[in-house]
């Protein structure tokens, strides 16, 4: 089985940090980025088979990503994490299709699972 | 009217707003009484003796124009009596039945013009009636005698006298006619003058009755009618004694102070309130904001605990100094927090207006930063400080700044500017943004409660009139200019803490050092 790709959006870099090297674990291939700009950018070079993104950042928002990979790759299955879970978010959030809703402070495991059963519904 | 003392009536107020609420009470109450009724029913019972006074004097001018009257026609009969009676004379063998008559006709003048005498003024008048007076006593004697005369002879001289007694009688009352009509003119005359002037004072008398009462009524309507647009305006302050003397508008002014009183209390209330609701604006991004090194230091932690064995030495340096700086930035967060939210002694002190706005900026930021606002400070150095209530000073500019955000949906540079203008005692801040604008048709209702553009739910149009209540309770000034499409500003103006030009902007503002 061929390695699957995971791109972590979160402007905190401490996020990227501690998730790589706990996704690699699980056998994923991953990409970190902390400026929704740079990410957008690489979801239209290339397609991931898990988005995990940050919800409330500058520039686009994870809302945004969302919505230009539902179009773009419908395929990848997006986690979004967020410092403010409102109910209202969080059904705009899968209204658009995403994977999972995950509020913060997280644990990584759990996400961690979460991207794995992710990977293998998508 | 009495009232109950005015400290019985409530109690819900502060302590220092019941203490300027009894003492504005009790400064209306203390001046002399004179209610409006007493001065009208004064006033009315005036006109009424002026009136009976002026009556009078006219009753008795008439009286004595008709007595004078009287007594021209007295001696007007007087005068064609005597005629008559030396025409009598001349016939021969008048009766003596005609000649007692006529005696009884000059007895009768005589009677009336010694009547007369007693009133007579001038002393060549008093001398002209009583010289007429004797002559018709004379005369009168002289008819007495040609009554019982029976010689031819004695009847003819006594008969020569009458005449010329006559003719002196007539000459005499000729020229007291002449005189009394004269009189009688010049009576008349006067009266007329005098009537006229009587008009006049009456009319005098009620326009100044008039012009009074306007007075009485209109001024403190008008007094009333700026207190209200003040009031309108969210100016609270307590009505103070205006006059020297009180009357029933000073029972609508304690009314109204009690009212004021009471919307003192809901406003601070309210203020509280707007906090709160400022605050609730800003809870999302806070907790978002709380919740990003919160997340750092338990994923953090995680990794720590999950590959404690494996991690070198190094390794787990580093991600403990990671633990360690994220919980000072999450720290960091709560101060700011609590920055805001103390000092709650709504007192006006000294304060330094930069760190009001950076303590504002800071619990801000956070939205700023995820509108995509960038934020720019000009201050000059050296800034004085003004006098205010830093809590509520930030609730304004965080009010100010979260309305610069939300006017630039697409994100923007929001510049505040700080000036000082010690020449006015003051000192300005400009929080200008780039968005929308306001339409002209809403700048007036800029500042009005309840009037938002938002869409229901988003706001309660509460934020600008409270910024505005309390920028007015520093004795300051907001005030708003905008282009539609190319921004909005703020401008704010606060006194400074030992301007000179402060005492006079209000009440509260010497209050303030007491209770600091």
Redesign the interface.
């Known amino acids: 089985m061929a390695e699957k790709s995971v791109l972590v959006l979160d402007d905190e870099p401490i996020v990227g940090d501690r998730l790589k090297p706990v996704l690699e674990r699980e056998g994923f291939e991953v990409e970190i980025f902390t400026e929704s700009e740079r990410a957008l950018e690489r979801l239209k070079e290339r397609s991931f088979h898990v988005l995990v993104t940050d919800m409330k950042m500058k520039g686009p928002s994870g809302m945004d990503l969302l919505r230009f990979i539902k179009e773009k790759a419908p395929s990848t299955q997006v986690i979004v994490i967020t410092g403010y879970a409102t109910i209202e978010t969080s059904h705009e959030a899968q209204a658009l299709g995403a994977f999972q809703f995950i509020a913060k402070p997280f644990k990584m495991k759990e996400l961690a699972k979460l991207v794995s059963k992710a990977a293998r519904g998508g | 009217m009495s009232d109950p003392p005015v400290a019985n009536r409530r109690t819900s107020h502060s302590p220092p707003l019941q203490r300027e609420l009894e003492g504005a009470q009790r400064a209306i109450l203390s001046r002399p009484s004179i209610p409006i009724r007493h001065r009208l029913i004064f006033s009315l019972l005036l006109c009424f003796i002026l009136c009976g006074l002026f009556g009078l004097v006219a009753l008795t001018r008439i009286r004595q124009v008709r007595g004078q009257l009287d007594l021209l026609e007295a001696l007007e009969m007087l005068y064609s009596r005597s005629l008559r009676v030396q025409l009598l004379e001349r016939q021969e063998g008048s009766s003596v039945e005609a000649l007692r008559d006529a005696r009884a006709r000059v007895e009768e003048a005589e009677a009336l013009l010694a009547a007369d005498a007693g009133q007579r003024r001038s002393p060549r008048e008093a001398e002209a009636y009583s010289k007429l007076l004797s002559r018709l006593a004379d005369y009168r004697s002289l008819l007495g005698r040609l009554e019982s005369a029976v010689d031819v002879q004695e009847r003819g001289r006594e008969m020569a006298a009458a005449q010329a007694l006559e003719a002196e009688i007539a000459f005499r009352g000729r020229d007291l006619v002449h005189r009394e009509r004269s009189s009688v003119a010049r009576l008349l005359r006067s009266s007329e003058m005098l009537f006229g002037t009587m008009l006049a004072v009456l009319l005098g008398f009620f326009l100044l009755i008039t012009f009074f009462f306007t007075r009485a009524l209109m001024d403190p309507m008008r007094r009333f009618q700026a207190y209200t647009r003040r009031i309108a305006q969210g100016d609270f302050s307590l009505i103070r004694p205006a006059r020297a003397y009180r009357d029933e508008f000073s029972e609508l002014a304690l009314a109204v102070n009690q009212m004021l009183a009471e919307f003192q209390t809901n406003q601070e209330k309210l203020i509280q309130a707007g906090k709160l609701t400022a605050m609730g604006t800003i809870t999302?991004?806070i907790?978002?904001?709380?919740?990003?090194p919160?997340?750092?230091?338990?994923?953090?932690t995680?990794?720590l605990m999950?590959?404690f064995k494996a991690l070198s030495d190094e390794e787990k340096w580093r991600l403990l100094q990671?633990i360690y700086f994220?919980t000072e930035r999450a720290g960091e967060i709560v101060k700011s927090l609590l920055d805001f939210t103390r000092d709650e002694r709504p007192d006006l002190v000294p304060v330094d207006i930069l760190e009001v706005i950076e303590a504002t900026r800071r619990i801000a930021q956070n939205e700023m930063?995820?509108n995509?606002v960038r934020f720019e400070l000009r201050a000059p150095p050296g800034l004085p400080l003004v006098r205010g209530a830093a809590n509520q000073l930030r609730q304004v500019f965080l009010n100010l700044f979260l309305n610069a955000v939300q006017a630039m949906p697409g994100g923007g540079p929001l510049t505040v500017e700080v000036m000082a203008e010690k020449g006015l005692g003051r000192l300005c801040v400009e929080v200008r943004d780039e968005g929308i604008g306001i339409p002209p048709e809403h700048m007036p209702h800029a500042f009005d409660p309840f009037f938002t553009t938002k869409e229901p739910g988003k706001g309660t149009g509460l934020g600008l009139s409270i910024c505005y209540s309390i920028i007015q309770k520093h004795g300051g000034t907001i005030e708003v200019t905008s282009e539609r499409g190319k921004g909005t500003t703020f401008h704010v103006c606060l006194p400074l803490a030992n301007g000179e030009k402060t005492g006079a902007e209000g009440p509260r503002l010497d209050r303030g050092p007491a209770e600091a």
């Open positions: 999302s991004g907790a978002h904001e709380l919740n990003n919160l997340n750092n230091v338990a994923i953090t995680e990794a999950e590959d990671d994220e930063v995820l995509d």
